[in-house]
């Protein structure tokens, strides 16, 4: 009987945390893609699919309507009509966000330059300085896109976050010449290796996360070590990603409120739950300490891989 209850008692417990993070996720539907020029259509294609793949990897985000669903709709140009559309196509299909991946036209640049390399070489006691000349081959490519999320209730974009990243291969003009094609290739490839890692750091910030620090876990008499904040892997957040503290001040200026953020450490996440995470602190530790002390809202914002802090109120 005490097993049966217990175990009744678990089923309750799972099904009231599972209720819970439901009534948190964002439910929405993905829009036809825009495309533009510069690329093949396949590279489009495979470049819109892994994003599609990276929002489905994120449990906060309920892709409910695909873009099979949306396959006759068109934005336009024109304000009014967009907004018109948006709300239209968002209520009939009983979502309350649409997301629209935006491609920009792909930039190219290939040339061929020249490279004079010397090398200093010792012969009968004396030094000589030879020049041989080299010519090189390189091949950029930069990719442009923008990820824009519209609210139905307003029709209106909510939030957009635009992605240009650039690759360059350089190569020896003599074994690259007869693969040109293939080069091509590799600067594209170059471009995605850069472009996935910012769309899962972003993404999980087009609709607004407001991501705060709750208590120490681990500290002492003049640092805190160790902190929990409250988001955790249903929001998309990993093992070892960094994370940039900040908190707001207010100040008047002409007599408008203007709020400044004021940064305050930095954490990287060592431990994962669905709902909050365990940091380890990196920098500000004796700060945050006297911040938490004070009972100051501190607040979360994600770090850039490439090491630049963005997000909402940056």
């Keep these: 009987m005490k097993k049966l209850l217990y175990f009744f008692l678990l089923l309750l417990f799972s099904s009231v945390s599972n209720a819970q993070l439901d009534s948190e996720s964002i439910e929405f539907g993905i829009l036809p893609t825009e495309y533009a020029e510069g690329m093949p259509s396949n590279e489009f294609l ?134 040109i094609r293939q080069d091509h290739r590799l600067a594209v490839e170059s471009a995605k290796t850069v472009l996935y890692p910012r769309v899962k750091t972003k993404i999980k910030k087009i609709v607004p996360l407001n991501v705060k620090l709750l208590e120490p876990v681990e500290e002492s008499d003049k640092e805190v070590n160790k902190i929990m904040i409250n988001a955790g892997r249903f929001h998309g957040l990993s093992v070892k990603e960094r994370l940039y503290v900040y908190y707001e001040n207010e100040h008047i200026i002409n007599g408008k409120s203007v709020i400044r953020e004021i940064y305050a450490g930095s954490l990287i996440i060592e431990k994962l739950n669905d709902k909050t995470a365990i940091c380890k602190v990196k920098k500000g530790s004796k700060k945050l300490k006297k911040l938490l002390a004070e009972n100051k809202d501190l607040k979360c914002n994600f770090k850039d891989f490439i090491g630049w802090a963005d997000g909402y109120g940056f």
């Design 46 to 179: 495979e470049i819109e699919e892994r994003i599609i793949e990276i929002i489905k990897s994120i449990p906060r985000y309920k892709v409910v309507k695909s873009q099979e669903d949306y396959y006759d709709t068109e934005l336009g140009e024109d304000w009014y009509t967009q907004l018109e559309e948006i709300r239209k196509q968002g209520l009939k299909s009983n979502v309350p966000y649409l997301l629209q991946i935006v491609f920009g036209d792909t930039e190219w640049l290939s040339k061929n330059e020249e490279v004079t390399i010397t090398k200093a070489i010792l012969k009968d006691g004396k030094i000589t300085t030879p020049a041989k000349t080299k010519t090189f081959w390189t091949q950029s490519a930069t990719i442009w896109i923008s990820l824009n999320i519209y609210k139905v209730e307003t029709g209106e974009m909510e939030e957009s976050l635009t992605f240009k990243t650039s690759s360059s291969e350089n190569f020896n003009f003599s074994r690259s010449k007869p693969h």
